[in-house]
């Protein structure tokens, strides 16, 4: 895959395309013009990974850049390599203060906002829940959406790009999980500035691609709650995406997962 011109390299980059953390990385690579060969890494999502997937990302997470002898995990840690080693077309804003808050933005979407559109996807593709504690799950969700957009609009400001006056670091680290809540069936108020921003932001090259793969993408979650009764998926419930399902009422689905062995928590390290 190749977006713009600038960059001769080819990195690999091991993701799904559903994963909005694997989604930053495409969208700022199409931006810097580096070429990328997407994998699918064998076993993802079962805590036993392929070995060299796994060297490369000891929670057995994507996304990984491969960079010649560089193996890089964890989207931020990606983000700020891809602008140290293309440093062209800046990605971040130039000042310290603006920099800190796209950083912070990215914070929250990626260890706040993240957890809400997870939180659905075990409840719709992965069964976690049926019945009335499906529906609390569910209503917790639409609610904690909701109020995201008044934040998010709120963060906006006047600005037409969260990243300033242009696309950038500030954008690319929104849109994906922005886009994650559409596909769930929420969308910003159609008259919201947010709203008009999403479909800016949707309408940039790198952005309007990586969503089109996430889009083809969705048709193999349909049987994701098959390869979890299977055994084929053991759950990864680590930070953020375990406080979201006890604190949205979900503890008897954490119990219950323990029970069945379909859920996982971070490595330990050896
Ligand atoms: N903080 C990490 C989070 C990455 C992450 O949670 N990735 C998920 C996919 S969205 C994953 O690979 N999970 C492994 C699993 O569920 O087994 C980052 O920013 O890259």
Known sequence: MRAGGQAPESVRLYDHPLSPYGQKVRIALREKGVAFTPELPTGLGSGMAAPEFSAASPRGEVPV???GDARIFDSTIILE?????WPKPRLMPATP?????VRMLEEVMDTHYEAINWGLGEIRFFRRAEGEMAAKL???AAAQ????FDWLERQLGGREWFNGNGFGWGDLVVIPYLNGSASHGFRPDRQSALEAWRRRANARASVRETGLEAAAAVGAMQNAATRLEDGQMRREYRDHRLEWMIKSGGLEVVAEGLRSQNIRFGPDFS
């Open 65 to 67: 850049l491969i960079d």
């Open 81 to 85: 390599y891809i602008e140290d080693r």
């Open 97 to 101: 203060e603006e920099r800190a808050r």
């Open 138 to 140: 569910e209503a917790a």
């Open 145 to 148: 959406t909701l109020s995201f």
